[in-house]
Each structure stands twice: as C-alpha cells, then as structure tokens.
C-alpha cells in the first residue's frame, strides 16, 4: 500500500509538471514570438525611405516650439489704462517672487512684460539693475529686444487682421493713384 501511494504521488507531481512544461513552452513561444514582431516592425520603421526626414520634422517642429514658448511673454486682457497699471504691478510682483525663489528665467519673462507696458521704462530698468543680480539682470538684457520684437508683432497682428490688411492696402493704392490722377 504503502508503494502504491508513492507511486500515485510521484504520478501526479510528473503529469502536473508536464501541464506545466506545457503551460512555460507556450508562453515562452508567445513572449518569443511579441519579441520578435517587435524587432521587426522597429526595423520595418527605421529602414522606412521617409523616417529620419519625419525625425527631423518632429524635432525642428519641437525646437521652434520651445523657442517660440521661450519669448512667450504674458499680455493684459484689455487695453484700458486701469488694466494696463494693473497688470504692470502684477508682473512687476510676479517678477520678484520668481527672482525671490531663484526662477531667473520666469522672473525675466514677467520683468520684460512690466517693463514693455511701462510709462517710464528706462527708470524701471535702472531700479530692476540696482536690484536684480546681476546674471539675472544680463539674462534680462538679453531677452528684453526678443521680448519688444515678439510684442510689437503681436500688436501688429492685432491691429491689422490679416484678412483685411490686403484690401486696405489695395483701398489706400487705388486712392492715391486716383488722388494722382485728378492733380
């Protein structure tokens, strides 16, 4: 009885195992064959006549985001005179509370916009070089004329739509030529 019992044991841990084995040989054919199909859709892609003009695409597309993400200055929602002293203050606070936690980049940005919505720019920008440090200060220097740039096409953009730029212009031509013509 005793060997009985053995050998019904040892017969049910060798057909348990064979399930297993089973079980292991067709996963691990499985993960074989996912692994596989990988390596051949990423050489399929890679070898693609296209792929690296794409990559280049993506990346320049990128690159000009995060330079046009750089100059991004913050603007007033409205162009009344109360508006504007407001949003002056604001940046002007939120320029030193960023220069105050060591954000030179951040600080520079709102800086910039205080200074372009300034009455008196030039003595905003003698108090910001007696108190800004002076790699920050540098930074703003630098930024200040992408900053004017980025703002005075964006107030161009504004003022004249571009829908309607061209008919103006044809308007304005068609009148001096008419003016031209009576003298």
């Known amino acids: 009885s005793g060997i009985n019992a053995e050998y019904g044991q040892h017969y049910y841990i060798t057909n348990n195992l064979r399930g297993m084995s089973k079980t292991l040989i067709a996963g691990g ?10 390596f051949y859709f ?7 006549p296209l792929y690296k003009q794409k990559i280049r695409e993506r990346r320049r597309a990128e690159r000009n985001k995060a330079r046009e993400d750089e100059l991004d200055i913050p603007m007033p929602k409205s162009t009344d005179p109360n508006s504007i002293q407001k949003f002056f203050m604001d940046q002007a606070q939120v320029g030193e509370e960023k220069l105050g936690m060591g954000d030179y980049k951040g600080a520079v940005k709102h800086f910039a916009s205080a200074v372009l919505h300034c009455g008196q720019g030039y003595q905003l920008l003698s108090i910001l070089q007696s108190t800004m440090p002076p790699e920050a200060y540098k930074m703003f220097m630098e930024f200040l004329p992408k900053a004017q740039a980025r703002y005075s096409r964006q107030m161009m953009s504004k003022a004249a739509p571009k829908s309607t730029a061209p008919a103006q212009a044809k308007a304005t031509a068609e009148r001096v030529i008419a003016e031209e013509a009576v003298d």
């Not at 054919?29 to 990988?38: E, G």
């Open 29 to 38: 054919i499985a993960a074989t064959t996912l692994v596989v199909y990988c």
């Open 42 to 48: 990423d050489y399929k892609r890679r070898s693609h």
